[in-house]
């Protein structure tokens, strides 16, 4: 009697413990064709592109959210975002325009969470070249940046 209890105890735990445990995502293609069409894609990070796929590979248009909560969607190619496109970030910041190879490149609008706006030239992430910080309160400063600093 003893024997059948602890059997039915540990079996009761084992099943409660499988119920509890957190399920899996599923990863790789969960419709349509990404191999050369249209279709939804969930990485194993937990991002997730929906778009056009050719070969396997990101390219075209599509729309990819990561799973810390930034969204892009635009033109993709070799699985980056490259070419025109817009990038919403969890603190409700915003760009929009041109990408090279991932990466803010060329030129676009740059919406900060603060009410600021900056229009002008990107290389790598950061501004570039010439643009225009418009502040909240309306002024306005136009000036010309090296990798990232104001130089005039």
């Not at 209890?5 to 509890?20: G, H, K, N, P, R």
């Not at 929009?96 to 490149?105: A, I, V």
Request: charged share 25%; with cysteine; glycine share 16%.
């Amino acid at each position: 009697m003893k024997t059948k209890l602890l059997l039915i105890s540990t079996l009761f735990l084992v099943l409660f413990a499988a119920c509890q445990s957190p399920q899996r995502k599923a990863v790789g293609c969960i419709s349509g064709d990404c191999t050369n069409g249209y279709g939804v894609f969930i990485l194993e990070n937990g991002s997730r592109y929906e778009g056009e796929f050719l070969e396997g590979i990101r390219t075209g248009q599509g729309k990819l959210i990561w799973a810390d909560g930034r969204e892009y969607t635009g033109e993709f190619m070799d699985n980056q975002p490259h070419g025109s496109g817009v990038l919403i970030q969890p603190d409700g910041s915003r760009y929009e325009g041109d990408f090279r190879e991932g990466k803010l490149s060329g030129n676009g609008t740059l919406w900060f969470s603060d009410g600021r706006i900056y229009v002008g030239e990107f290389e790598n992430n950061i501004r570039h070249g010439s643009g225009r910080m418009i502040f909240e309160d309306g002024t306005v400063l136009d000036a010309i940046y090296m990798n990232g600093i104001r130089v005039k």
